[in-house]
């Protein structure tokens, strides 16, 4: 059944590509008020545009119908309710700590000896 669906979605996947790019856009409107000819056509003056954006339609929505399929086949039932529930839980790592032993505080005492500067 899973190689079915996916089967079936990639050719709506394809058809629907084909359609889309068959369709003229708002653009092409301008030309055809001019006497392009459209009249001429296979469907009509009109009638491409009804067929090809209903057959558009119709694909997309077995498009999406076969999504949701392959979306239920895939998790189920079993799928968890959070992207969180998914990550395995971890014990935080309790490493020691090294100690440093702090630096000595400086003395207010004016006659204690100072470090020698050194130049850079």
């Known amino acids: 059944m899973h190689t079915i669906l996916v089967i079936v979605q990639v050719l709506v996947a394809l058809g629907l590509v084909g359609l889309i790019l068959l369709q003229h856009g708002k653009g092409a409107d301008a030309g055809a008020a001019f006497g392009s000819g459209a009249s001429g056509t296979v469907f009509g003056s009109r009638g491409t545009a009804n067929f090809l954006s209903r057959a558009t339609a119709w694909l997309a929505t077995v498009f999406f ?56």
């Open 65 to 120: 119908a076969t999504s949701l399929a392959l979306a239920y086949l895939v998790h189920g039932a079993k799928a968890p309710t959070s992207v969180t529930d998914s990550i395995p839980q971890q014990a935080p790592a309790t490493a020691p700590v090294p100690s440093v032993p702090a630096a000595p505080a400086p003395s207010a005492d004016p006659a204690a000896p100072k470090a020698p500067v050194v130049p850079e």
